[in-house]
C-alpha cells in the first residue's frame, strides 16, 4: 500500500515505523502506527462524524483529519468538540464542531445543511455516537430500551438518510458505521446493547445494497471492547475492578483491550478510495475474539 506526502512524495505505509523525524503536528502522535508524516488518503474530502469529541470519535475524526479530510464532529458537548476542533486548528487541518443530538431528525437536517454550507460538499459520514446499557430483557427499563434504541439505530438511520441527497450532489459517498462485535455475537448483560448494534448492522447491508448503483457505500465496523469512557465504569478502581478487568482481557486472543486508534485507522481505509470494492460488511476488530 502506498500513501502520498503532501508535497506528492509516495509514502510506503508498511515502512511507517522506519521514519526517524519526529512527529510534523498534534495529530500525528495520535498514531498507533507511529505514522510520521500526514497522508492524503481523503484529501479533499469532507466528513462527519458523530460523537466525535470524545473516545473512538475523535481518533477518527483526528485521522480522517491527517488524511487531508475537512471534518464536522458532531455531538451534544460543546466543550469537547470545540477542543477537537481547536486541536485540528493547531494541527494546519480543517474541522468545524456542529450541536447535534442524533436523535432528534430536526438537528440532523440542519447539522447537514450546515456542514454542507461551511465546506460545499459531504463525501463521508461516520455514524459513531453511541451509548451502553448493562441489562437484560428483563431488568431493563422502558425507557433505557427506547434510550439505546434511539441513540444506536435510529440516530444512524436519520444521519444516513439526511445525508443521501448530499452524497449524490457530490457524486457518491461513503457511511461508516461504528457498530459493535455485540451486534455480531451476544454477551450476557447486553440485551438491548445487543439488540440495537445487530440492528445497525442489517442496516448498514441494506442501505449498501438500496444505494451501490449511486456509488454510495456503507461499510460497519464491529469492535469489541475499547479503552473509552464508554467502558470505565464497567470496571471499579478496586482489587475486584482489576481482577473483573483481567478476566475480560483474558477473553481477548490478542491479549489487550482495542485502543480508539485500532479502530479508527480501519474507518479510515473504509472511507478511502482503497476500499472502493467494498460494501455492505460487517468486520470485527475485535482482538480475535469472534474468531472462537
Ligand atoms: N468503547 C468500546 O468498548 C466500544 C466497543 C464496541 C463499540 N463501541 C461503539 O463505539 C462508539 C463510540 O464509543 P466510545 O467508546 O468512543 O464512547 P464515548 O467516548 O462515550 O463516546 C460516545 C460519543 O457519542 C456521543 N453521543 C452519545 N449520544 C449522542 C446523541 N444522542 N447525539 C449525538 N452524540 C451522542 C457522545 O457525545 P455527547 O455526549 O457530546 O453527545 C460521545 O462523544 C459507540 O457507538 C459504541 O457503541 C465502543
Known amino acids: 500500500m502506498t500513501g502520498l ?4 512524495q509516495a509514502l510506503m505505509l508498511e515502512s511507517r515505523e522506519a521514519l526517524a523525524e519526529p512527529p ?12 510520521m508524516a500526514n497522508v492524503t488518503r481523503l484529501k479533499g474530502k469532507v466528513a462527519i462524524v458523530t460523537g466525535g469529541g470524545s473516545g473512538i470519535g475523535r481518533a477518527i475524526a483526528f ?9 464536522a464532529v458532531l455531538g451534544r458537548r460543546t466543550d469537547t468538540l470545540d477542543a477537537v476542533v481547536t486541536e485540528m486548528a493547531q494541527s494546519g487541518a ?14 440532523v437536517n440542519k447539522a447537514i ?27 431493563i427499563s422502558e ?15 436519520l444521519m444516513s438518510r439526511a445525508v443521501l441527497p448530499a452524497f449524490r450532489r457530490a457524486g457518491g459517498g461513503v457511511i461508516v458505521n461504528i457498530g459493535s462485535v455485540l451486534g455480531l455475537i451476544a454477551m450476557k448483560d447486553r440485551a438491548a446493547y445487543c439488540a440495537s448494534k445487530g440492528g445497525l448492522v442489517l442496516l448498514t447491508k441494506a442501505m449498501a445494497l438500496d444505494h451501490a448503483h449511486e456509488k454510495i457505500r456503507a461499510n460497519c465496523i464491529c469492535p469489541a471492547i475499547v479503552e473509552t469512557d464508554l467502558v470505565k465504569s464497567l470496571f ?19 491479549g489487550r483491550f482495542g485502543k480508539p486508534t485500532d479502530v479508527a485507522e480501519l474507518a479510515v481505509f473504509l472511507a478511502s478510495e482503497e476500499s472502493s470494492w ?13 474468531a472462537y
Not at 94 to 107: F, L, S
Not at 238 to 254: C, D, F, K, W, Y
Not at 278 to 290: F, K, R
Open 278 to 290: 467494498i460494501t455492505g460488511t460487517a468486520i470485527p476488530v475485535d482482538g480475535g475474539l469472534s
Open 236 to 254: 471499579a478502581q478496586s482489587v475486584e475492578g482489576q481482577n473483573a478487568r483481567n478476566a475480560r482481557i483474558a477473553t481477548l486472543p490478542l
Open 24 to 35: 510534523a503536528s498534534g495529530m500525528v502522535h495520535r498514531l498507533d502506527a507511529k505514522v
Open 94 to 107: 480543517d474541522g468545524t464542531a456542529v450541536i447535534c443530538d442524533i436523535t432528534r431528525t430536526n438537528d
Open 5 to 8: 506526502l503532501a508535497g506528492g
Open 63 to 71: 485521522a480522517c483529519a491527517r488524511e487531508g479530510a475537512k471534518v
Open 113 to 139: 445543511e450546515d456542514v454542507e454550507r461551511a465546506f460545499g460538499y459531504v463525501n463521508i459520514l461516520v455514524n459513531n455516537a453511541g451509548v451502553l446499557s448493562v441489562s437484560t430483557a428483563e431488568t
Open 143 to 157: 425507557e433505557e430500551w427506547d434510550r439505546v434504541m434511539a441513540t444506536n439505530l435510529k440516530g444512524p438511520f
